[in-house]
C-alpha cells in the first residue's frame, strides 16, 4: 500500500506545501519504520493465539493493549501516506485543470491534519505516554 515516497517537482506556489507534506511524512517513515510494527503485531498476536494466553490475566490485557496501540499507530501512518498519495495525484489533476481549487484544498488540508495528529502522536510516543494524567492549574 505504501510506495516509496518520491520528492515532486511540481511548479507552482502549492507545490511548496505539497512538497513539504511529503517531506514530512518520509521522515515520520524513518521514524516510525513500518516493517518493525507489522513484525511487533505479528509476534503479539501469535502470542493471543497461545492456550496458556488466558492464565495471567494481566499480562494478557497489556498484550492486547499494545496490540490494539499498535495496529492503531500503523493504520494511521497508512492513512497519512494514502491521503499523501492522493493529494499528488489530485495536484496532478489541479495542473492539468481538471479539478477545481477547493477540491485540491480539500484534499491538502485532510492530509495535513492526520500527519500533524501522526506527528503529535509520535512525539508522545514514549514509554508510558500512553497513561493518564492530571494537570492541575492553579
Keep these: 500500500i505504501l510506495k516509496t ?16 507534506l511529503i517531506e514530512r511524512l518520509g521522515a ?6 513500518l516493517e518493525e510494527k507489522n513484525k511487533i503485531i505479528s509476534e503479539l498476536e501469535s502470542q493471543t493465539i497461545k492456550d496458556d494466553f488466558w492464565k495471567d490475566s494481566k499480562a494478557a ?5 499494545k496490540l490494539s496501540l499498535t495496529k492503531n499507530k500503523v ?7 494514502e491521503l499523501c ?10 495542473k492539468n485543470k481538471e479539478i477545481d481549487e ?5 484534499a491538502f488540508n485532510k492530509a495535513k491534519n492526520s500527519l500533524e495528529s ?3 502522536k509520535n512525539m508522545l510516543s ?9 494537570i492541575q492549574i492553579t
Excluded: H, R
Design 102 to 106: 477547493n477540491e485540491i484544498n480539500n
Design 85 to 94: 498519495d492522493e493529494l499528488e495525484v489530485l495536484f496532478d489533476f489541479f
Design 118 to 120: 501522526l506527528e503529535f
Design 5 to 20: 515516497i518520491n520528492y515532486l517537482n511540481l511548479p507552482n506556489d502549492n507545490s511548496d506545501q505539497i512538497k513539504d
Design 61 to 65: 490485557q497489556q498484550i492486547l493493549k
Design 75 to 81: 493504520s494511521q501512518f497508512k492513512e497519512t501516506a
Design 126 to 134: 514514549a514509554e508510558g505516554d500512553e497513561m493518564s494524567a492530571v
Design 28 to 33: 515520520q517513515g524513518g521514524i516510525f519504520d
